[in-house]
Each structure stands twice: as structure tokens, then as C-alpha cells.
């Protein structure tokens, strides 16, 4: 069970409140986006919900479980930064297996699970290539990937298809959909883009300097004026 919960969380650097009592339920299975302008506090939430962030004030809960003064890796979440963050050092296959590093897993498991991982996202065929070696659209998989590896609870992704071109981004609206629904896995994603909130997710939450400012499902956030 993966209900994540967010009570009244707020995040403050010296000068500026980031994030500003939000408060927010998501079920388990939905697929949410975070959307609003440059500066509203979307990363930083995504990040406190992570645990890569320290919240100010308030609570972060999964699965009626406190998590908030847990570090990410006891967290159960899988994370796809907007600009991937892929070890260019190291293979497909490598990149991939580092979720499971920290974890303990054994070798057998660790192959099995990363060859299970990249099957879902089509790139088994590349897992000895280089990230360099692959195009935008096959690296941003390959963080997908690694994401996915760990078998989260919540998937958090920020900006998932901010650096790629049209048709690409079209495919991975797509994929993430997909992906999302076979695996029913608990879905927050970052997003500037209102065309892109209101095609992928079930919800779209507006932000606006720090707080909510809408939440619905795309028709209900779309039809507002
Ligand atoms: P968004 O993801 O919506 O673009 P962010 O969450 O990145 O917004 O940032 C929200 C606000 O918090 C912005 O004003 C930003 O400058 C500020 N901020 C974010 N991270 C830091 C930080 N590490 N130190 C100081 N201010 C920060
Ligand atoms: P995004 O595009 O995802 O909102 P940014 O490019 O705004 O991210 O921020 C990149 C990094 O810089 C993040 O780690 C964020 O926390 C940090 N950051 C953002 N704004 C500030 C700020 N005003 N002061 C210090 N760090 C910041």
C-alpha cells in the first residue's frame, strides 16, 4: 500500500518560502503531475517527498507510514532527474544495477532484476552500450530503468520529458502511461508543460509561488478559467 500523504509540508531557505503548507493525498495507483511556472515549488516538493530535500514543517507519509525524517534510500521510491544523471563511465546494464547497490541484493538477483527492468523499457538488446552511445530518448529509458529496478512503492520524476523532441516526447507520454498502469505503481511527476499535465496524468495539482493553487482531474483543472 503506497497512499503517499503530504500534511501541511513546508520548505524554507533563508530568504524564501519554497514550499507553503502543502497538503495533498494521493492514492495508491495515481498518476499525478505537479505542474506550474518556473520557481512554484514543484522540484522541491518532488524532492521532500524523495527525501532529498529536508521539509521545514509538516509530514511526509507513505503507505500510513512517517517518512519524513527517513533518508531516500529507506524510502522505497524510485527517482528520474530531469536531466537523466546517468554514470557516463559505465554501461546500460551498470547504470542500471546501481539502484540495487546500496540494497544488498545478490549478483544473481542484481542480473536477473536489471535484465527484468530494461525488458519493460525495451533496451535489453543495448545493455553493454555506453549512455553516450544512446540517443536522448534510450538514455532517458535507461534512467527510467533504474528507476523502476528497485521495485519502489512511488515513482517520482522531474521533468521527465522536458529534453526530448517532439515525436520522442510523444513515445514516452506514451511509455510512462503504460508503464505506469501495468505496473500500478504510485506516479508524481514534475512538469512545467499544461499540455503535458493534462495528456499524462489522472490528476493535475497547479502550483503557484510555493502553495496549490488547483487539483483535479485534466478536465476539471482545464474547464477553470
Ligand atoms: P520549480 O521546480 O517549480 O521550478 P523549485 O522547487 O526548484 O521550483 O524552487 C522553488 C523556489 O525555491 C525558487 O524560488 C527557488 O529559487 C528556491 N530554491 C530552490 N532550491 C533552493 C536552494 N537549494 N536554495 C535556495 N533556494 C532554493
Ligand atoms: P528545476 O529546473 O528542476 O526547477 P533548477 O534548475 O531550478 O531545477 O535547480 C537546480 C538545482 O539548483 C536544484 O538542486 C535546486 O535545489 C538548486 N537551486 C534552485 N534555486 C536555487 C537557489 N535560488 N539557490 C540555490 N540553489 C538553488
Request: charge should be negative.
Amino acid at each position: 500500500m503506497s497512499d503517499v500523504i503530504l500534511q501541511s509540508i513546508v520548505k524554507r531557505y533563508d530568504q524564501t518560502v519554497a514550499v507553503d503548507h502543502v497538503s495533498l493525498s494521493i492514492s495508491q495507483g495515481d498518476l499525478v503531475a505537479l505542474l506550474g511556472p518556473s520557481g512554484c515549488g514543484k522540484t522541491t516538493t518532488l524532492r521532500m517527498i524523495g527525501g532529498f530535500v529536508d521539509v521545514t514543517e509538516g509530514k511526509v507519509l507513505v503507505g500510513g507510514r512517517d517518512v519524513t525524517a527517513l533518508p531516500p534510500a529507506r524510502r522505497n521510491m524510485g527517482f528520474g532527474f530531469q536531466n537523466y544523471a546517468l554514470f557516463p563511465h559505465m554501461t546500460v546494464a551498470q547504470n542500471v544495477a546501481f539502484g540495487l547497490e546500496m540494497r544488498r541484493v545478490s549478483k544473481a538477483e542484481t542480473a536477473a532484476r536489471v535484465g527484468q527492468a530494461l525488458d519493460r523499457v525495451k533496451l535489453a538488446h543495448l545493455a553493454e552500450r555506453l549512455p553516450k552511445q544512446l540517443s536522448g530518448g534510450q538514455q532517458q529509458r535507461v534512467a527510467l530503468a533504474r528507476a523502476l529496478v528497485i521495485e519502489p512503492d512511488v515513482l517520482l520524476l522531474d521533468e521527465p520529458l522536458s529534453n526530448l523532441d517532439a515525436q520522442l516526447r510523444q513515445e514516452m507520454k506514451i511509455e510512462i502511461r503504460e508503464l505506469q498502469r501495468s505496473l500500478g505503481i504510485t506516479t508524481i511527476f514534475v512538469t512545467h508543460d499544461q499540455d503535458e499535465a493534462l495528456s499524462v496524468a489522472d490528476r493535475v495539482v497547479v502550483m503557484r509561488q510555493g502553495r496549490i493553487e488547483q487539483d483535479g482531474t485534466p478536465d476539471e483543472v482545464f474547464e477553470t478559467p
